[in-house]
């Protein structure tokens, strides 16, 4: 409801007899379920009884007070006469919502139309309606909080589905390379044993000096060390993981993964062209998240060029730095190359054309890096083949 058939029977009435309102308007003031009040220079000159009793007040008892006495504090107060006294100034009426304080001190929401009696002569005052809206503005609040609510539990959802479509990208990597690991693993152990071997035998001859002992048991450790390092690149790989953002060293995380892979680049014939940055970049990242985007494109070009004519393949990994502290990695094969059909399609999840893949690769690096702050593209290679990109910050020095 709002004030205005109260201020044009206050109108009528001033045109009639200017000191006292009229019998209908003080009939319509005093029944009207609304709760009403006649305003002049910030005080209350009359109001229904309606509008005592929504402020816990008794008959009379608000008449010819100031309106300070209903609001929570005085800088609300005056916050609200200056904002209203604007409105009514300018379009001659204004609607606000404001928290206001009852006799017993509760506070409780209210919506409050006020209507200029005239707007020529601000001296006449202003006639408000009051209405309680703390039950709307309760369902407004709980919705507001189911809704966020909500949205985090959609968060976290889609952060477990992430992780698990990771995890599974992961597991399936390792399971694919579990035959070129066991070999990888086979060469250092068995090497290890030879070393070994060899120290018992000249041991039981007793013809060796300990220095050439020593030597040979140093061999042995490098390559039970090679060994226990994949041995942990393949648990990081296929444990539950925590993330975790670390300052790292990015050229390190390309090393162990072109380590990892090296005897399937060794298996294809592929040349290694490493064009890196001199100074190495440290990058503020989960590590295990950013080897797994490295591995899935480096399998990706290595497999990419299973089919290409032995001479032509060549895997090139360039990083340099980018204005503003960010690096930027590309890497670079001598396959097919991905038609512009695929090219829409490939950081999709499930989008797969190999028999054992799951698809899930790229769509995982893509998200991976966009979590970094960066981006994932991909480009033709002007050499022929394919060629991708991503960007990453950098921790730059003070
Ligand atoms: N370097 C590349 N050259 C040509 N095609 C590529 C290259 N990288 C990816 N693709 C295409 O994009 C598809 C999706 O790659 P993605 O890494 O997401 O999955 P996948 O390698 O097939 O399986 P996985 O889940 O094991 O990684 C590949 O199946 C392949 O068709
Ligand atoms: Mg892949």
Not at 20 to 49: K, W
Not at 53 to 78: H, I, K
Not at 137 to 146: D, F, H, I, P, V
Not at 308 to 313: K, V
Request: charged residues 25%.
């Amino acid at each position: 409801m709002s004030a205005a058939p109260v201020v044009e029977l206050l109108r009528r009435a001033e045109r009639q007899e200017p000191r006292r309102p009229s019998y209908e308007a003080s009939l319509l003031f005093e029944h009207a379920a609304m709760a009403i009040g006649h305003v002049r220079d910030r005080q209350l000159q009359r109001c229904n009884r309606r509008l005592e009793t929504l402020f816990g007040y008794g008959p009379g008892e608000l008449n010819q007070r100031n309106l300070q006495m209903l609001y929570p504090s005085y800088s609300d107060y005056v916050a609200c006469g200056r904002s209203s006294g604007r409105q009514l100034e300018r379009q001659g009426s204004c609607r606000i919502e404001r928290l206001m304080r009852r006799r017993d001190g509760s506070l409780f929401w209210c919506q409050l139309s006020g209507q200029a009696v005239d707007v020529s002569r601000p001296s006449a005052g202003s006639v408000w309606t009051i209405e309680d809206i703390s039950a709307r503005k309760q369902a407004e609040n709980a919705l507001r909080e189911a809704q966020a609510q909500l949205e985090q539990q959609l968060a976290e959802i889609r952060r477990r589905h992430q992780e698990d479509l990771a995890r599974a990208s992961r597991l399936n990597s390792m399971s694919e390379m579990a035959g070129a690991l066991a070999h990888e693993l086979a060469q250092p152990l068995a090497a290890t044993l030879n070393y070994l071997h060899g120290c018992q035998l000249r041991l039981k001859q007793g013809d060796c000096t300990s220095e050439q002992l020593d030597g040979v048991i140093s061999r042995a450790i490098q390559h039970t060390e090679t060994a226990g390092s994949i041995v942990r690149q393949v648990h990081g790989f296929v444990r539950r993981h925590v993330p975790e953002t670390t300052a790292t060293d990015l050229h390190a995380l390309i090393g162990d993964m072109l380590g990892l892979l090296d005897h399937q680049r060794r298996k294809l014939g592929v040349r290694l062209e490493l064009l890196l940055a001199p100074a190495p970049p440290t990058v503020m990242v989960d590590a295990l998240e950013i080897r797994q985007v490295l591995l899935n494109l480096i399998r990706n070009a290595y497999e990419a060029m299973a089919t290409s004519p032995a001479e032509q393949r060549l895997l090139r990994i360039e990083s340099r730095p980018l204005a503003g502290g960010r690096v930027e990695v590309t890497i670079s094969d001598r396959g097919p190359g991905i038609s512009p059909e695929a090219c829409s399609q490939i950081f999709d999840a499930y989008f797969t054309t190999k028999q054992d893949g799951l698809g899930l690769g790229l769509a995982v690096c893509r998200s991976i890096i966009e979590s970094h702050g960066g981006s994932l593209r991909v480009a033709s290679n002007p050499e022929g083949g394919a060629c991708f990109r991503f960007d990453l910050n950098t921790v730059m020095n003070p």
